[in-house]
């Protein structure tokens, strides 16, 4: 259990680091949209501290989820004319107003959700648009160690608190854009602004199964169990993300 908490989450960044260098931001964001931190984050909650606990986090990430997207389109708009410490303070802080507000509000599962399936079409058209054009800048040495520790300290952080923190602080740290901010940031840094914009549009246009993940959990944990709920929440998300990328192609 020690190893997954210390490799699974890092590991997984680092793969989405490479398709990024591969195919490009935005399928990097893509990518970064799927449960990649709060799946694995939310399992460790579960198996220490329980389904019913687990199911409240997953709740809470859930009613927070549009405060990941309002980081999106805050970062995005500033990165068309500031750089990237300006646009990472702004987007952070946006996201704390905006996912306390709505966590404030509790809604239920079903609200939830279709709160996140009105708001996140319309995040993507809100986006600004523009070209991507890769300047051939040269990739930090530092970049994908940097991006993998970010991711494991989080979780880290996450499960070792979790008792103290309660099912509302976990969740919310669990929704923390921590893809959004380090894919971002270092997307800023090697390919300019239009680089971390075209991240974060494909990021905005992935978190589809990252709701639908969070919402099977919050209703099927304490029914079904972890095993079966992380195993249903794991297809239905699959299937919503490949939809997604038939949707795009």
């Known amino acids: ?27 990097a964001g893509w990518l970064s949209g799927f449960p990649v931190v709060a799946g694995p984050t939310l399992l460790f909650v579960a198996l220490d501290q329980g389904a019913a606990f687990a199911a409240q986090a997953a709740h809470v990430t859930l009613m927070a989820v549009l405060g990941n997207v309002a980081f999106g389109l805050t970062y995005a708009w500033m990165a068309l004319r500031y750089r990237w410490p300006l646009c990472a303070a702004a987007g952070v802080m946006v996201f704390a ?16 959700l279709a709160m996140a399936l009105i708001g996140l079409p319309m995040a993507a058209h809100g986006l600004p648009k523009v070209v991507f054009v890769n300047p051939g800048r040269a ?15 989080l979780v880290a952080t996450v499960t070792l608190s979790a008792a103290e923190l309660g099912p509302v ?4 740290l669990t929704v923390f854009p ?6 971002g940031v270092f ?7 239009q680089g971390a914009i075209h991240l974060l549009t494909g990021l ?3 978190l589809y199964a990252f709701v639908v993940f969070c919402f099977v959990l919050a209703l099927t944990l304490a029914p079904l169990g972890t ?23």
């Open 139 to 153: 990739v930090s040495v530092w970049e994908l160690p940097v991006r993998c520790v970010a991711a494991g300290l």
């Open 227 to 249: 095993a079966a709920a992380f195993g249903l929440a794991l297809v239905v998300a699959l299937l919503v993300q490949w939809l997604t990328f038939k949707r795009a192609a």
């Open 178 to 183: 921590v893809m959004g901010m380090v894919l």
């Open 97 to 112: 107003l905006v996912g306390w507000a709505l966590v404030s509000l509790h809604p239920s599962p079903w609200v939830a």
């Open 1 to 27: 259990m020690l190893l997954l908490k210390l490799f699974l989450v890092p590991g997984l960044v680092a793969l989405i680091t490479l398709a990024g260098r591969r195919w490009g931001p935005a399928m």
């Open 187 to 193: 997307s800023h840094i090697a390919w300019g602004g």
């Open 169 to 172: 602080g976990s969740g919310m």
């Open 204 to 206: 905005v246009k992935g």
